[in-house]
């Protein structure tokens, strides 16, 4: 099975501050997403990369920006974390063949003071 | 914009019954559905995913898709109280995945 790790589950941060979230998949797969969940809005997508360091904006980048150094790694980045940015933020991870499905990671929880 | 909609619910019926579930979709384009579980407080799980048009089974679980009027639905047989979660409804466009805003399902014991 392929396994989507985020490295934090639960973050709480102060307005301003860098915030850095980290995705690690062990599927060789290529195209990576984050998203944010959010009560009453559903799934929205941030960014995905669909190669190592492509990087296409989805729905709501403002205020975000990605890496993808390697092909296993994806980061979301918050330059300067604000109080709209709480919210629970979701990695997935999907392979260009075969099943064609995406994988979530267990969600970071983030709070902005 | 490409849109998934779905009924945010609550939809509740009791242990055994039968739920159904919908989902409409905006581009007619899209080749790939897909029906998420998600448990208050986890990540979404895959439950079923279907890219042809008729009915696709899975033990308690079918997926309906009509290409033609752009909606899929999710029944789930012999409901458990185990079932109750948010149900996310989600389609492939291009490379992304669009998904709706979720269904929120309660199976009463």
């Known amino acids: 099975d392929v396994k989507v790790t985020q490295s934090s589950r639960y973050l709480v941060k102060r307005t301003g501050e860098k915030v850095f979230l980290e995705c690690v998949q062990d599927?060789?797969?290529?195209?990576m997403f984050w998203y944010r969940q959010d009560p009453g809005l559903g799934l929205r997508l941030i960014y995905f990369s669909y190669d190592v360091k492509m990087k296409e904006k989805g729905d709501i980048p403002e205020g975000y920006s990605v890496s993808r150094e390697k092909k296993e790694r994806f980061s979301l980045i918050l330059e300067s974390a604000s109080t709209n940015q709480t919210s629970m933020y979701l990695c997935a991870s999907q392979g260009d063949s075969g099943a064609n499905v995406l994988t979530f990671g267990a969600g970071s929880r983030l709070t902005v003071l | 914009q490409k849109e998934v909609e779905q009924n945010s619910g609550p939809l509740s019926v009791p242990e055994g019954a039968i739920a159904s579930l919908n989902c409409t979709y905006s581009d007619r384009g899209s080749q790939s559905f897909f029906w998420y579980r998600q448990y208050s407080g986890k990540s979404p799980e895959l439950i079923m995913s279907i890219y042809s048009n008729g009915d696709k089974e899975d033990g308690r679980f079918t997926a309906q898709l009509n290409k033609a009027s752009q909606y899929v639905s999710l029944l789930i047989r012999d409901s458990q109280p185990s079932d109750s979660a948010t149900y996310l409804c989600a389609v492939r466009v291009g490379q992304n995945f669009v998904f709706g805003p979720g269904t929120r399902l309660s199976v009463l014991p």
């Open positions: 599927m060789d797969h290529e195209n």
